[in-house]
């Protein structure tokens, strides 16, 4: 089982998209996935095709603080093979403060499961909570997404330091997999030089594939489904399984350095 965050401290940056279509793309690839809404806003649960608005429905909420199983929170997908976990409510961080090891209580429901997926989709929130922290706390890579913009950019410095805070006080194996640029328009210059940057900062780890803007993924989302059921034959269904494809390359490549010793 591999638990992947999917990150980046700015709001609509791109990670539910990426979130909802990578498990998509990873079951079609006949992996068993399971996505944690991590985000109060539930989008991801949202995009499955749940509301919380309209029924009651447990989820990480009662994870992380009542000590619920994954397994009875779960609900299935339109797609084979898998799962959401819907979102926990709008304060669950406050709730956390006065619990112990509140950091670990993601990882310690991760280790409980009876049957492991293959993979776990971890779309975490834009803000550096407890429930953020869970998510660093129990991934094993984690995924930044981020737009071809200068400010975009800059962030990332903010969220590195982040992770090495995390890396030296809560969790040393967390690795990352990549930076993906999403909504990216390759005929402007400036998303080229952007590009361009990105890729100087972070050596190899920026993913080759990029997520070309594309209006069919606004439609999948608004339409609640992945864009592997909402439109396969999309240019964003076309670029989230390259890159999807990308990962899975990746993860091999870590598996076998890991493998032979490698730092």
């Known amino acids: 089982m591999r638990v992947i965050a999917i990150v980046n401290q700015k709001g609509g940056a791109g990670k539910t998209t990426t979130s909802v279509n990578m ?21 991801a649960t949202l995009a499955f095709g749940y509301d919380l608005d309209e029924e009651e429905q ?11 199983r994954l397994e009875d929170v779960a609900l299935a997908t339109v797609v084979p093979n898998l799962w959401v976990v819907p979102a926990p409510f709008d304060g669950v961080d406050v709730d956390l403060t006065s619990r112990m ?22 779309d975490c929130p834009p803000n550096l909570g407890f429930t ?30 982040t992770v090495e805070d995390v890396r030296n006080h809560l969790n040393e194996r967390l690795q990352l997999a990549g930076v993906l640029c999403c909504r990216v328009r390759g005929e402007l210059r400036h998303s080229r030089e952007v590009l361009a940057d990105v890729r100087a900062d972070f050596n190899a780890r920026v993913f080759t594939t990029t ?37 899975l390359a990746v993860m091999a490549e870590d598996h076998k350095e890991g493998a032979h010793g490698s730092p």
């Open 23 to 43: 498990a998509a793309c990873l079951a079609d690839a006949g992996h068993r996935v399971l996505v944690l809404d991590c985000d109060p806003q539930a989008h």
């Open 132 to 161: 953020m922290l869970n998510a660093f706390t129990a991934a094993d890579h984690f995924v930044v997404t981020m737009f071809p913009e200068e400010l975009s950019r800059r962030g990332l410095r903010k969220l590195a330091a």
């Open 101 to 122: 090891a509140r950091e670990h209580l993601m990882k310690r429901a991760l280790s409980q499961l009876s049957e492991r997926p293959d993979y776990v989709i971890l």
């Open 58 to 68: 447990p989820g990480l909420s009662e994870v992380l603080l009542d000590g619920a």
């Open 211 to 247: 997520i070309r803007q594309n209006i069919r993924l606004s439609e999948a989302m608004r339409a609640r489904q992945p864009i592997t059921v909402y439109d396969p034959s999309s240019p964003g269904c076309e670029d989230y399984r390259q890159f999807t494809a990308e990962f």
